[in-house]
Nanobody
Framework: QVQLVESGGGLVQPGGSLRLSCAAS????????MRWYRQAPGKERELVAG???????RFADSVKGRFTISRDNIKSTVSLQMNSLKVEDTAVYYC??????????WGQGTQVTVSS
């Protein structure tokens, strides 16, 4: 059974930082591209950041320079370090795993709220 379990969400003030983690089980983690998506109320889900099996990374323009993504293939985890958070970063953040273009799994999401 495949599971992606996110953690680390919460309430933070503008300018603050949070670190999200996603623990994967039931998959050969090193073979998967891992991504973080987010969905704000009333908006479509959008890609925030991704890290491929060879550890190349990509970021949405809105988070470049503020967010970093990393993976630990031993622990089967992917992390999203979010710095200089803005109110507009408020959303539910989802972990996503993709392999071979067809094997795809979602986590349940974790809420991030940026507010003073």
């Amino acid at each position: 059974q495949v599971q992606l379990v996110e953690s680390g969400g919460g309430l933070v003030q503008p300018g603050g930082s949070l670190r999200l983690s996603c623990a994967a089980s039931g998959i050969t983690f090193r073979d998967y591209t891992m991504r973080w998506y987010r969905q704000a109320p009333g908006k479509e889900r959008e890609l925030v950041a991704g890290i491929s099996s060879d550890s190349s990374t990509r970021f949405a323009d809105s988070v470049k320079g503020r967010f970093t993504i990393s993976r630990d293939n031993i622990k089967s985890t992917v992390s999203l370090q979010m710095n200089s958070l803005k109110v507009e970063d408020t959303a539910v953040y989802y972990c996503y795993a993709l392999a071979h273009g067809v094997l795809a799994y979602w986590g349940q999401g974790t809420q991030v709220t940026v507010s003073s």
